[in-house]
C-alpha cells in the first residue's frame, strides 16, 4: 500500500519517553483530522507498545527502541514500534489477556488493550533478537472537511 | 506529588491527577499504600477527575489498591472517571472488580 507520510523517531528505553511517544503519535496522527476519542485510542496503544519495549525488552539495561509512524492510503495510521531485547518465546501465551512475566505493577492487559484499541496487531519476536509490534487504525473521514 | 489526599474519620479520599502511565506509576502507588497504611480507612474514594491519561499501569494501581483495601477490610469506590480511562478499565473489565460511580 502506498505510504503517504511517514516519520521515524529513536530514543533510548526510558521511561520518561513513554509520554514523549505517545505524545508524538498524536501530534502526527493530527494530520487525518481524527476525533479526541481516536487520537486517545492511538495514544493508548501506543503507551502500551513503548512501555513494553521500555519495561521487558532490556529488564537490566538500556537500549534502543524505534517507533515508525506511517499515513498510508485510505487514512490508515501504522505504527510500529521495535525493539532490539530479549525477544518473547511464545508470542500466542504472551498477547493472552493477564498473561503477564512482570511484577504486580504489570496487569498483563497491554497487548488486551493494543488489540481493542486498534484495528489490527501483529507481534513478531525472536528470543534474543527483539520485538516488532506492527498497528493499524483507519481513522474516519468526517463530514464537513 | 500526583496524589493529593483528604481524610475525616477514616474516610479517606484520594485524588490522582496527571498521567497515570509506567512512568508514574510507581510514586502513585508507594503513596497511596503510605497513605492507606497511615489511616486505616474504613473507605477508601479514589477521585480520578484530574486523570489525563493512564493505560495498563493504571489498571494494576486500581487493582493492587483494592487488595490492600481489601486487606483492612475497607471499601473502595472510583469517581469521575475521565473517558479514556473508562475505556482502558473497560477492556480490562475492571467494572466487574472495582465500583466506579
Ligand atoms: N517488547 C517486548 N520484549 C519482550 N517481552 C515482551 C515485550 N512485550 C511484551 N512482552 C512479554 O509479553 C507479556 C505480555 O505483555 P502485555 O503488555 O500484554 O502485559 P504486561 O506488559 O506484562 O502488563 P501490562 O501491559 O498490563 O502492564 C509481558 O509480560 C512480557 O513477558
Ligand atoms: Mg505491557
Not at chain 1, 493508548?44 to 521500555?54: D, F, K, P, Y
Not at chain 2, 474514594?45 to 483494592?66: C, E, H, K, M, N
Request: hydrophobic share 40%; charged share 30%.
Amino acid at each position: 500500500m502506498k505510504v503517504e507520510n511517514q516519520v521515524t523517531l529513536e530514543f533510548p528505553s526510558r521511561s520518561a519517553n513513554e509520554s514523549f511517544a505517545r505524545t508524538a503519535a498524536a501530534c502526527f496522527a493530527a494530520q487525518l483530522d481524527p476525533t479526541l476519542e481516536e487520537v486517545n485510542d492511538v495514544k493508548t496503544a501506543v503507551s502500551e507498545a513503548v512501555t513494553n519495549a521500555i519495561v521487558h525488552a532490556y529488564p537490566e539495561k538500556l537500549g534502543k527502541v524505534a517507533m515508525k509512524l506511517r499515513i498510508k492510503q485510505d487514512h490508515i495510521l501504522e505504527i510500529v514500534v521495535k525493539d532490539w531485547g530479549v525477544g518473547i518465546a511464545d508470542v500466542d501465551q504472551a498477547r493472552t489477556p493477564l498473561f503477564t512475566t512482570g511484577s504486580e505493577e504489570r496487569s498483563g492487559m497491554g497487548f488486551t488493550i493494543m488489540e481493542s484499541f486498534m484495528d489490527t496487531l501483529k507481534v513478531r519476536s525472536t528470543p534474543g533478537k527483539g520485538t516488532t509490534v506492527t498497528m493499524a487504525r483507519k481513522i474516519a473521514r468526517r463530514a464537513g472537511r | 506529588m500526583p496524589v493529593k489526599c483528604k481524610e475525616e474519620q477514616r474516610h479517606l479520599t484520594a485524588r490522582v491527577e496527571g498521567e497515570l502511565d509506567h512512568h508514574q506509576a510507581r510514586e502513585v502507588m508507594e503513596e497511596l499504600d503510605r497513605r492507606i497504611d497511615a489511616a486505616q480507612p474504613r473507605d477508601l474514594t479514589l477521585d480520578l477527575g484530574g486523570l489525563t491519561f493512564t493505560d495498563s499501569s493504571g489498571i494494576a494501581v486500581l487493582i493492587r489498591t483494592y487488595r490492600r483495601m481489601g486487606q483492612i477490610r475497607g471499601a473502595m469506590r472510583v469517581v469521575n472517571t475521565p473517558p479514556q480511562a473508562q475505556k482502558v478499565f473497560q477492556a480490562a473489565g475492571l467494572e466487574r472488580l472495582i465500583r466506579f460511580e
